[in-house]
């Protein structure tokens, strides 16, 4: 391993996104405020409990998710493509570096990025929302398995992406739709038997559901499974995008 190297660019990565922290932890950090002020304290005159839990508290743990996949990948997904656009990535490959350090970085970046924006929002529940963590260290380390996991994804999409459109189109339609789907804002249990099947099949159902239960202690799926699924994603999608950074397609062109 080239441990200099290795920490260098991901010094840089880590610094990239920390230097516009207007853009990158900022906005997710007020979104989220929003959407528990308005969606929280609003809707519970409606919706008072979901599983005896107050509704402004139940809907923090999916909000903490969103903002750590989305910002995990991210990160990742436009420093590579950037990367691309730029011309920068010959003077990358010329460097003493693998294929393994290379993405390592990248994705350690990303992971920073996730887990730095999550625990802020879990920071606003603590202070806005009112709620307890349950299991402090097991709701830290779920949460940076999911940004390695959806670091790793979107590091995998940064090098398949040829221009901003195709990122933007692969994270518009797929990610955020999958997100809102995951049951941030109500249990599956109040959906129709088809709706709840379909929930059974989005990974990211699993991720807030995790989480969910290490904050609150309650959840719709069995805890062990959303840990499984969520290993799975990790190990799958990190070895996935290594071998594409290691095979050269679509970068070594």
Do not use: C, H
Not at 78 to 97: F, T
Not at 101 to 124: D, F, K, P, Q
Not at 141 to 165: E, K, M, R
Not at 209 to 221: A, C, E, Q
Request: glycine share 10%; hydrophobic share 50%; net charge neutral.
């Amino acid at each position: 391993m080239n441990w200099v190297g290795l920490w260098t660019l991901t010094s840089r990565e880590v610094g990239r996104f920390f230097a516009v922290y207007r853009q990158t932890i900022i906005p997710g950090f007020i979104s989220s405020i929003l959407y528990i002020l308005i969606f929280g304290f609003t809707l519970e005159r409606r919706i008072s409990t979901i599983d005896g839990i107050p509704y402004t508290m139940f809907i923090i743990p999916g909000l903490i998710m969103m903002n750590t996949l989305t910002n995990a990948s991210s990160n990742s997904s436009s420093s590579m493509l950037q990367m691309k656009l730029l011309g920068q990535l010959p003077d990358l490959l010329q460097a003493p570096l693998s294929s393994f350090e290379i993405s390592m970085a990248y994705i350690i970046g990303g992971t920073i990025r996730g887990t730095v924006n999550g625990l802020l929002i879990l920071l606003v529940g603590i202070t806005l929302g009112g709620i307890s963590v349950i299991q402090p260290f097991a709701t830290v380390g779920f949460i940076i398995l999911v940004s390695v996991a959806f670091s790793s994804i979107g590091f995998l999409l940064g090098q398949l992406a040829d221009t901003w459109d195709q990122l933007a189109t692969l994270q518009n339609f797929l990610l955020t739709p999958l997100s809102f789907l995951g049951g941030i804002f109500y249990s599956i249990k109040m959906l129709p038997d088809w709706a709840q099947s379909a929930s059974f099949y989005n990974p990211i159902y699993y991720m807030i559901n995790g989480l969910r239960f290490t904050i609150l202690g309650v959840s719709d799926s069995p805890p062990m499974t959303s840990f499984i699924v969520a290993f799975i994603m990790t190990v799958g999608f990190f070895l996935a995008a290594v071998l594409m950074m290691e095979s050269g397609k679509k970068i070594k062109q």
